[in-house]
């Protein structure tokens, strides 16, 4: 595989980074995945947006190549002939030469890694078909959930905790009321109406998300954006979560609740197919 490193393509064995990088000892670090489908990067604009907010937000220079972000990505794609797969992209606060609290003066240049990994399938995805079961585990993530920060300790965690429990992934909730998933935002539909919590500084204003609302709201569907508790989940006619890497993925347990039947939903396998077919 192909990777890019500050403005080099290098086979990925070679591409290195310093020891003493922030984003190595401190997480301080910014990141994007974009997917792609039909050789074709999905919401790429979307994703660039937020990378400009999440590096602002933390007062992180932009790399020098942000004017050519798009073509990297390109560039990617056709190096390592992905046909559906995911872009990953990263930015961290660079190498100051040795650890330390501050940032680093001015000047010091950022970190920008941007890799491909193939996902044969991502499409017809069998978790999709089948539905994903979730169990709810406390939020106990930091306070800026809206910056796209690499420290995903306490997602892993809760992704382990999921497998271990024999789920496919976890709901996070914070006060009864659940925040997002652990790499995804989370939706229920009750009585036709798709609930999902408001965006704030609580959960990733997930690109996915700002794109299956408006087609939502262009096929004629009722939206509430509001909070909603881990009981009223339970008790929904359906529920689903959205991701770049996910796209619209039903959910058909929580906790052990079967929604739907069980299987997943209609108002979550419309919008799967109308993000899909809206996408190619
Ligand atoms: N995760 N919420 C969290 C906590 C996320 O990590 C993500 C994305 C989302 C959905 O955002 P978007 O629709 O822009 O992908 C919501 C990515 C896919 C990841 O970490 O791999």
């Known amino acids: 595989r192909t990777v890019y490193l500050n403005g080099d393509y290098l086979p990925e064995d070679e591409a290195k980074v310093s020891v003493f990088d922030r984003g190595f000892l401190m997480a301080d670090g910014v990141y994007e995945v974009t997917s792609v489908l039909g050789g074709k990067l999905i919401d790429f604009d979307g994703h660039l947006v937020r990378l400009r907010r999440s590096l602002s937000e933390l007062d992180m220079q932009e790399p020098a190549a942000m004017g050519d972000l798009l073509e990297i990505h390109r560039e990617l794609v056709a190096r390592n002939?992905?046909?559906?797969?995911?872009?990953?992209?990263?930015?961290?606060?660079?190498?100051?030469?040795?650890?330390?609290?501050?940032?680093?003066?001015?000047?010091?240049?950022?970190?920008?890694?941007?890799?491909?990994?193939?996902?044969?399938?991502?499409?017809?995805?069998?978790?999709?078909?089948r539905g994903a079961r979730v169990i709810s585990v406390p939020d106990m993530r930091w306070g800026r959930r809206d910056i796209k920060t690499v420290q995903l300790l306490y997602p892993s965690m809760a992704?382990?905790?999921?497998?271990?429990?024999?789920?496919?992934d976890a709901w996070l909730v914070q006060d009864g009321l659940v925040t997002e998933g652990t790499s995804n935002n989370a939706?229920?539909?009750?009585?036709?109406?798709?609930?999902?919590?408001?965006?704030?500084?609580?959960?990733?204003?997930?690109?996915?998300?700002?794109?299956?609302?408006?087609?939502?709201?262009?096929?004629?569907?009722?939206?509430?954006?509001?909070?909603?508790?881990?009981?009223?989940?339970k008790d929904a006619d359906e529920a689903f979560f959205t991701s770049a890497s996910g796209f619209v993925t039903p959910v058909v347990e929580i906790d052990g609740c079967k929604l739907s039947g069980g299987t997943p939903g209609a108002v979550a396998t419309r919008l799967r197919e109308i993000y899909i077919d809206e996408s190619l």
């Open 81 to 129: 002939e992905i046909d559906e797969g995911l872009i990953y992209l990263q930015v961290t606060r660079g190498n100051p030469g040795d650890r330390d609290f501050h940032y680093p003066p001015e000047g010091t240049a950022p970190t920008l890694v941007v890799f491909t990994q193939a996902k044969p399938g991502l499409a017809a995805s069998p978790l999709a078909q």
């Open 187 to 233: 939706y229920i539909v009750k009585d036709g109406r798709i609930i999902t919590r408001a965006l704030s500084n609580d959960i990733l204003h997930g690109i996915t998300r700002a794109a299956v609302l408006r087609f939502a709201r262009e096929a004629q569907m009722e939206i509430e954006e509001r909070s909603f508790t881990l009981d009223e989940a």
């Open 159 to 168: 992704k382990m905790m999921a497998q271990k429990a024999g789920a496919d």
